[in-house]
């Protein structure tokens, strides 16, 4: 029920942070696959450490080895780019989801694990477009590699568990995608 309910009522939004990103343009190229790797890494580093000091201890499992700004800074470096991004003019910086609570938190996850999903389709679309192998440029997008289906059912099953409030999980949702997309359009 409740991951209905996600898929539903932040369509919109991923609709948008995906439409921010253009990963699968086919106008794309390998200096704009660079900004926007300098975007991703810039929302991701603080994202990834909010949900890393906030994991509730019933989700300190799940959570383990889903750390993935690493591959990030790989992926810039393995194409020679600067870990950062500079664009002219003003940037907010877009303020990072509330994930204080265990429901929240499982809000947050169920958008960056999703990621691992899209990544994959986004994976294969860049070894055909720059002729890419081996994961080099790109290993972000890899996931966990076959492992990838497995570990989302797990997020899967802890956001049907009995007991969540549903509002909260969706709510953490909205904030993580929110932030996710005031982050992306600051910086492309």
């Given at each position: 029920?409740?991951?209905?309910?996600?898929?539903?009522?932040?369509?919109?939004?991923?609709?948008?942070?995906?439409?921010?990103?253009?990963?699968?343009?086919?106008?794309?190229?390998?200096?704009?696959?660079?900004?926007?790797?300098?975007?991703?890494?810039?929302?991701?580093?603080?994202?990834?450490?909010?949900?890393?000091?906030?994991?509730?201890?019933?989700?300190?499992?799940?959570?383990?080895?889903?750390?993935?700004?690493?591959?990030?800074?790989?992926?810039?470096?393995?194409?020679?780019?600067?870990?950062?991004?500079?664009?002219?003019?003003?940037?907010?910086?877009?303020?990072?989801?509330?994930?204080?609570?265990?429901?929240?938190w499982l809000g947050a996850l169920y958008v960056t694990e999703g990621s691992?999903?899209?990544?994959?389709?986004?994976?294969?679309?860049?070894?055909?477009?720059?002729?890419?192998?081996?994961?080099?440029?790109?290993?972000?997008?890899?996931?966990?590699?076959?492992?990838?289906?497995?570990?989302?059912?797990?997020?899967?099953?802890?956001?049907?568990?009995?007991?969540?409030?549903?509002?909260?999980?969706?709510?953490?949702?909205?904030?993580?995608?929110?932030?996710?997309?005031?982050?992306?359009?600051?910086?492309?």
């Amino acid at each position: 029920m409740v991951l209905s309910r996600l898929r539903e009522e932040t369509r919109a939004q991923h609709r948008r942070v995906e439409d921010l990103l253009a990963l699968l343009s086919p106008a794309m190229t390998v200096r704009g696959y660079c900004r926007v790797l300098q975007a991703m890494h810039a929302a991701w580093l603080p994202l990834e450490a909010a949900l890393e000091k906030h994991c509730p201890a019933q989700y300190a499992d799940l959570w383990r080895g889903r750390q993935r700004a690493h591959r990030l800074e790989a992926d810039l470096a393995a194409l020679g780019c600067d870990r950062d991004a500079s664009r002219p003019g003003p940037f907010q910086p877009a303020s990072l989801p509330d994930l204080s609570t265990a429901a929240a938190w499982l809000g947050a996850l169920y958008v960056t694990e999703g990621s691992t999903l899209g990544g994959q389709q986004i994976s294969r679309h860049l070894e055909r477009k720059f002729g890419w192998s081996a994961g080099r440029g790109h290993t972000f997008f890899l996931g966990y590699g076959e492992r990838t289906g497995e570990r989302w059912r797990a997020v899967q099953q802890a956001l049907e568990a009995p007991g969540l409030d549903g509002n909260q999980v969706v709510n953490g949702a909205h904030q993580t995608f929110s932030y996710l997309e005031v982050s992306f359009a600051g910086r492309l």
